[in-house]
Structure formats: structure tokens, C-alpha cells
């Protein structure tokens, strides 16, 4: 069985029914969906019923604590095997997941990532390619994986299974840091390390949609202060969990906290006092000994931004092609 965890949060009716069509009509035999809605001024529940007759369909209501906090609930009332995430105002295309579970098993992956698309109000008419078994699948290590590639920060575009949360055998549950923004970078980051079958397919599986009245598109300062804060408390903990992860592989997790660092500097760079976010940023990277940028010789652009970032004249130059 599979497990689609929902959530949401003040959406629009039209949204959220959009969603949850979109999952009934994948057509899978074994399922369940749990949403959670993170105490909305008006209750989902109406929407949850009229899917009540055609699925399997559980609404939980939490006590607004963000979206970490929710989807920590549904991984604890999941039952499935399998777990994929959807965000409430996003939807997985049509007859996309049952090619993906089915690759998934036959190759007793862990975790299978497959790509996305952003899209608007309108449904995605666009044909997209189904993932199938007609090709060899690159099967490799979550820590392999990241050492070769950069990840697409959320854990909507991965199914994966139960245990990578659960099995004693992995370490510690794996749950969502509550209360923070981006709570995802550090998630995707350890599930995908304790991955020890893992695939990754160019089928287009999930619709993104960006809400102008989004977290994505608040701007303001007092919201950027605290996402800065949150990049830090992430990198603290990612930290953490390679000193633990110490005695197994972690090439791969080194290159992953290496490039969250040089992202940080990114937006610092896309600041209108960036100069300022500059050296704050640089200062707190310094103290984690991630400041000046690690020599390593991962690609040629990590080579390019470590050169620049260590200089004013570079730093400028760095500027202008982030704001470009």
C-alpha cells in the first residue's frame, strides 16, 4: 500500500479538490491518503468528505505549527509501505504514480525520484513520459547519489518507502524539524542518505504550483531574517548527522552541506543589502568551518564561486550574476 500525505493550509476549495483529484484518479489499487490541515480559518473537511465514498481518506487537524509538524503527524498515522507527499495546492499527473511504484518494487529500491514541472490554474495538458522498464535503471547509494548530484529541494518529487523513517536499522526515526521554513533541505538531505537503493527517473510525476500569496513569494524582511535563521539551524543539525554518520560513507553528504553553504551565500547575494547579508552569512559559515569555501574539486562552477567568493572584486562580480 501507499500512503499520499496531503497538507494544508487556508487553500481555496478548487485547490485542494484538484489535488485529491488527482490522486483518486491515479487508479491504485491499494491506498490510502491522510490529510492534515494545519488549523485553517475554515476547516477542509468538506472537501475530505466528498472523497470519502471513492477512498480511502483520513483528515487530521493540528494546532498551527507549520508544515513539518503536519507531515510528521501523517508519517505517524501512515500505513503504507510506500510514502509520497503532495502539497494541497500541487497535483501528480495523471496515471504517473503507479509506473513509478511498480519500477520501484521491481527493483527493491528504497527511494525513486522522479522530476516536475511548475505549473498555473489551468490543468497541464502537456503529454509527459511515463517512467517504464524498458531501460536500465542507474541503481546506487543515497550518499553516492549526492556526491554526483545536486538535490531538487523538496520531498514532493521522491516515493520512498515507510522504513527509511522507521526501521531501527536506518538509526533514529526520521521525522521534519517543526516550526522552521525549509524544514525539506534537511529532510530530503538524510533520507536520501540513508538510501541504500536508489534510483532517479526524468518522467515528469509531479505538477508544481506557485501561489502568489505563497511562502515561495514572501518577500518581506522580517520573513527573510527568519528563513536566514532557519538556513543556519538546518546546516547546524546537517552537521550534526554527518559527525554521527561518521563511521559509513559521507563523501557524498560533505558535498551536500558544502554546496547548502555556497547556496546561502547565493541569496545573500540576491539581498538588497547583500553586502551586509554578506557578512553575516560568511561570518556564521566561518564559525561551522565552512567559510572560505572548502578546496574540493566537485565541478568547475564550485571551483568558480569558491575563487570569487574570496575577494571583493569577485564578491561584486557574483553579485551581478545572481541579480541578472
Not at 93 to 102: A, G, I
Amino acid at each position: 500500500m501507499i500512503t499520499f500525505v496531503v497538507t494544508t493550509y487556508n487553500l481555496e476549495d478548487w485547490l485542494l479538490r484538484r489535488c485529491l483529484k488527482s490522486i483518486v484518479e491515479q487508479n491504485i489499487a491499494d491506498y490510502e491518503i491522510i490529510v492534515v490541515d494545519d488549523e485553517s480559518d475554515l476547516s477542509p473537511q468538506h472537501i475530505v468528505d466528498e472523497f470519502a465514498a471513492q477512498a480511502n481518506i483520513h483528515l487530521y487537524i493540528q494546532k498551527h505549527s507549520r508544515q513539518g509538524a503536519a507531515r510528521n503527524l501523517a508519517l505517524n498515522h501512515a500505513q503504507g509501505q510506500w510514502i509520497q507527499f503532495v502539497d494541497g495546492d500541487d497535483y501528480l499527473l495523471p496515471h504517473s504514480v503507479q509506473p513509478c511504484l511498480t519500477m520501484a518494487e521491481a527493483n527493491d529500491l528504497d527511494l525513486l525520484m522522479f522530476g516536475h514541472r511548475e505549473v498555473g490554474e489551468q490543468p497541464d495538458e502537456h503529454n509527459h513520459p511515463l517512467p517504464t522498464g524498458d531501460f536500465p535503471l542507474n541503481i546506487t547509494t543515497g550518499d553516492n547519489y549526492m556526491l554526483h548530484n545536486n538535490l531538487f529541494g523538496s520531498c514532493c518529487t521522491l516515493l520512498f518507502r515507510r522504513a527509511l523513517c522507521t526501521d531501527a536499522s536506518y538509526g533514529e526515526p526520521l521525522r521534519f524539524s517543526e516550526h522552521i521554513y525549509i524544514e525539506d533541505e534537511e529532510f530530503i538531505t538524510k533520507l536520501t542518505w540513508r538510501a541504500r537503493r536508489m534510483a532517479k527517473v526524468d518522467s515528469i510525476v509531479y505538477a508544481y504550483y506557485q501561489r502568489p500569496g505563497s511562502t515561495t513569494h514572501n518577500r518581506s524582511h522580517e520573513h527573510t531574517d527568519e528563513l536566514f535563521r532557519n538556513y543556519f539551524v538546518v546546516l547546524e543539525r546537517l552537521l550534526q548527522f554527518k559527525a554521527a554518520a561518521a563511521t559509513h560513507p559521507h563523501e557524498g553528504l560533505t558535498r551536500k552541506i558544502r554546496f547548502f553553504a555556497i547556496d546561502i551565500l547565493r541569496r545573500s547575494l540576491r539581498q538588497t543589502n547583500w553586502q551586509e547579508r554578506w557578512i553575516q552569512s560568511s561570518k556564521q559559515l566561518a564559525s561551522l568551518g565552512l567559510y572560505p569555501i572548502p578546496r574540493a574539486r566537485y565541478s568547475w562552477k564550485y571551483r568558480l564561486f569558491r575563487l570569487l567568493s574570496t575577494c571583493s572584486i569577485g564578491r561584486r562580480l557574483l553579485r551581478i550574476i545572481e541579480t541578472r
